[in-house]
């Protein structure tokens, strides 16, 4: 039910002339990242978002400098794509954002570390002298075995 408010309450929002120029926007920008997913290498596409799009120049975000990197190295082509989609776009920069939260959806979630590991790193420890190596087993294994009561 609470959508159905949220989607309602912007439908009006939108319809404001105060809000009218950022609806319009977002509406534009939200039509230029689908065409992104699309032009774009899937592998780097799937990690980017778009940033903004002003006086012809499109902004991409990157998660990391590998990224943006790479994406850097497309960006002739998807320039070139993008005007044959029929955007007017004359300049791409790219811009890297780490800890982004739009990369994948959803912060990934932290490994966990299946039985078959755990048994080994137990066997590991107890093989080990006493040393820094032979606590930072045993802190991950503490960290593992607390993680699976909680989950």
Known sequence: MTVHKINFYLGVLSQTADH????SYMS???LMQQVFMEIAPPQLAQHC??????QRKLTICAPNGAIAAKLRQTMPSLL???QAKGYEVTAIRVAVQANSAYV???PAARPQIDQGGV?????????LPQSPLKEAVESLLKKACSDRRAG
């Open 104 to 106: 994948k959806g959803s």
């Open 49 to 54: 978002a778009l940033g903004g799009f002003s």
């Open 119 to 127: 048994e080994s790193l137990h066997r590991l420890a107890a093989d």
């Open 20 to 23: 009218q120029r950022l609806f």
């Open 28 to 30: 534009a920008l939200t």
């Open 80 to 82: 070139l794509k993008f």
